[in-house]
DNA sequence: AATAGCGTTACGCAGAGTGAAACGATCATG
DNA sequence: CATGATCGTTTCACTCTGCGTAACGCTATT
């Protein structure tokens, strides 16, 4: 979409253009940039040079671009300080975190925690499978709520209705096969809070090759044990044989 | 700093007062707040309900901010994919966390790694202690160079004259009780990149009564021994007992 | 029931934000 | 080595963006 069309829809609902215009040298970046000049910046977000300046000006004087020593920029610290603060804010990552490596420890494959946000799901902690070949999933990735084992749980217990939604609820699980990228399989288990609300996600991912269903057996166990145990340390409550749950969809917006 | 003092140093260095300000509001939120109103948000960066709203609804458009349904914001996914976009940047995540972790396993105290952004370090990954008193880094904490061990190597292998960075360079590490904060003492060791540049340190801390100079000769041969390895791990050479180093300044501004 | 504070909308105004043009420096190419 | 392309930066006239006051309806509190 171009930068004016960008523009005017920033107008028609309320913000203020010069901002997300800013925000976009910000998003400009991918992660293979090392770092980026300020004509490449340009470039990439349609405006002119001088006005690129000004923004890197502006986002480096807060801390959120770096301009190295040949006038290139890169990422800025104050990111990392909001990244983690956003992370953070779930409270769970001391809890997560050796989940996560216990899971990957014991399958063998790569293990990921996602929360849904908005009409996505957002990879907040991974750890990589040991083995040389497996998923790797990339913290901050946003991926989409109906493909992949994690998206379907997520969106099964915010109360999607019908099939498979109304199936994952009854197994507590969920296992796909190249259902988002052919290469990978996975399967997910929701995590619980206090108010029996889903947190997120646990899952473990990896080639569809090594993943077929006699794996899913395998893999289940642990994951279930670990996601369990999750949900213990979270104030939530595990019903014995995961039977049915109705609970209360629960929004984040 | 009053609204208008920052409104006339943005522009009288060439910024954008607008990104300016609408950066305010994300740096308006602390570790401690899990949502903020919009009426503390035009409290806390000093201006009106109506200019906060904008500026909330361009950061909500960009995901840097999340609107939930009782009216107060939340930081936003955004900031988790380019906070973990700056991590990646260093591109050592793979290596560090494990190194920390058995850090923090072999010693008993918390398990730091800081890199040098402009004149202060950041703490880009931390592992906590066992123990349930411990020193607690918070990742996107910056800190001064001039205070504690981690920044004190730094200083050191950047090429900062005098003491004690001759003699830090000369020993390879430093350790300080209290210097930054009166009941931390801590220990750290440089760790190098494949050009002999410094990338960070590693650094351990926990409670002055706890880590004496005792117990800091009993932490620096893990400390040194996963410094090095982590060095190794990044192209780095070790040299035998520590000798002199004198590296030309690697500067990252 | 009255009051305080909230989020939101409307609107006129002033200056903030803009990009074309131009410059000197650096890099790439023949 | 000369030439052309591209870079980052500065200037400046213009326009329309961003602003904050005032007011509104709603909700919470006393």
Known sequence: MPRQALDI???????????????????????????LSLAELARRVGLSKPTVLRFTKSLARAGYL???????????????????????????????????????QETGESAAFYVQEGDKRL???????????GHRARTGDLLPLDRGAPGRVLLAFSGEPGEPYDQIRRDGFYATF????PQ?????????????????????????????????????????SIADELTRQLGGKTESHHSTRRLRASTRA
């Open 66 to 104: 770096v301009r190295n020593d040949d006038a290139t920029f890169r990422l800025g610290p104050k990111l990392a300080r909001l990244g983690a603060m956003y992370q953070a804010s779930f409270r769970i990552e001391d809890y997560v975190q050796p989940a996560l490596r216990r899971l990957a």
């Open 184 to 224: 990978v399989a996975s399967i997910a288990c929701p995590v619980f809070g206090h108010g029996q609300e889903v947190i997120g996600v646990l899952g473990v991912a990896g080639p569809t090759g090594r993943i077929d269903t006699h794996a899913v057996a395998r893999h289940l166990e642990p994951l279930r």
């Open 123 to 133: 990879c907040l902690f991974r750890v990589d499978s040991p083995q040389s070949i």
């Open 178 to 181: 190249g259902e988002r990228d």
């Open 9 to 35: 829809e920033a107008r028609e609902e309320g913000g203020v253009i010069a901002v997300e215009r800013a925000l976009a040298v910000l998003d400009a970046f991918t992660a293979d940039d090392r770092s």
